[in-house]
């Protein structure tokens, strides 16, 4: 096989309690890239539809993941990438994740398959540290592996494998603004009190148990965020609104999707997911900002091949 093309998915990072190390693969949103060998040597990308990136692999985030995994194979060929990228930059639903997925996935297919998932994590952490100038793996973590993840420690990288109730939904937001990665971060607080850890940290463990016993309910009151988004909300435009509005139409939770300023919400079967989706369009349509809304099934596979 000299060519190859796949479907690199949106992701939801943190999902509001898990701050850097809980993450959700979606279904309906994401990027496509065509990887091919080629006889001459390094990374070379040919071909970018959608957003205006750079092309010199070492200043692209899926040229950067592509290149650790290029200099550790060490083949007597190179790679051609094509990126057509549906997932818009600094959109907080992982898009420099589903690049830096996306490249290494496809050489590690073209190449045989001599790295499984998580040493692709590793390799993808390359290029998503070029986007937020730090390496994390909640968004990439959930790209390769679908469903739900737990990072449970990226010095050396451990990524848990967390189940997926089967009635999960997904409900997106994505105001037409942009939050970058980096700047988000800057914003954070670098200590939180004693009783905001110990709140945050039974929240993760709770979500955690209801994803392994689908007990919506008790996911419903793991969804809270006391660290993260009163910092990152101000960011958001109507975020208070949004989520009042998905959480009295039946939300199970509403929190910032990674960095923002896309919003999520998790619900419980497809109608709940489809008035939730109205009531928060309801919301933004009285504003002047451009938004999309996407309902979405937790994609448990992650990753794929589509020809």
Request: proline share 5%; hydrophobic share 40%.
């Amino acid at each position: 096989m000299n060519e190859i093309k796949i479907f690199s998915p949106a992701t939801v990072a943190n999902v509001s309690c898990g701050f850097d190390v809980l993450g959700f693969c979606l279904d309906t949103i994401g990027d496509e890239m065509i990887i091919r060998k080629t006889n001459k040597k390094g990374i070379h990308i040919t071909k970018i539809e959608g957003y205006d990136l750079p092309f010199e692999a070492e200043k692209n985030v899926a040229g950067v993941s592509a290149l650790a995994m290029l200099e550790d194979a060490n083949p007597d060929f190179g790679f051609e990438l094509e990126i057509y990228k549906n997932i818009k930059p600094g959109s907080g639903v992982g898009s420099s994740s589903a690049s830096a997925v996306g490249s290494v996935f496809g050489m590690n297919e073209l190449l045989g398959k001599p790295y499984n998932k998580t040493q692709l994590t590793n390799f993808a952490m390359k290029g998503e540290a070029l986007a937020s100038q730090c390496e994390h793996a909640d968004n990439i973590a959930p790209a390769i592996f679908g469903g739900f993840t737990l990072v449970k420690s990226v010095a050396p990288l451990e990524v848990l494998q967390l189940p997926t109730p089967k009635d999960l939904f997904a409900v997106i937001i994505h105001p037409q603004i942009e939050i970058k990665t980096s700047e988000s971060r800057a914003i954070l607080p670098k200590q939180i009190a004693l009783q905001d850890a110990i709140t945050q940290w039974s929240n993760v463990g709770s979500l955690v148990h209801a994803l392994h016993t689908n007990d919506y309910e008790l996911l419903s009151r793991s969804l809270t965020d006391v660290v993260v988004e009163p910092h990152r909300s101000q960011l958001i435009p109507h975020f208070k609104d949004v989520r009042k509005a998905a959480l009295e139409n039946g939300a199970l939770g509403c929190g910032i999707s990674g960095s923002g300023p896309s919003i999520f919400s998790l619900c419980y079967g497809n109608s709940t997911a489809q008035k939730v989706a109205q009531a928060i369009k309801n919301v933004y349509s009285k504003t002047e900002i451009p938004f999309e809304v996407y309902v979405s099934e937790i994609n448990t596979k992650g990753i794929k091949i589509i020809e």
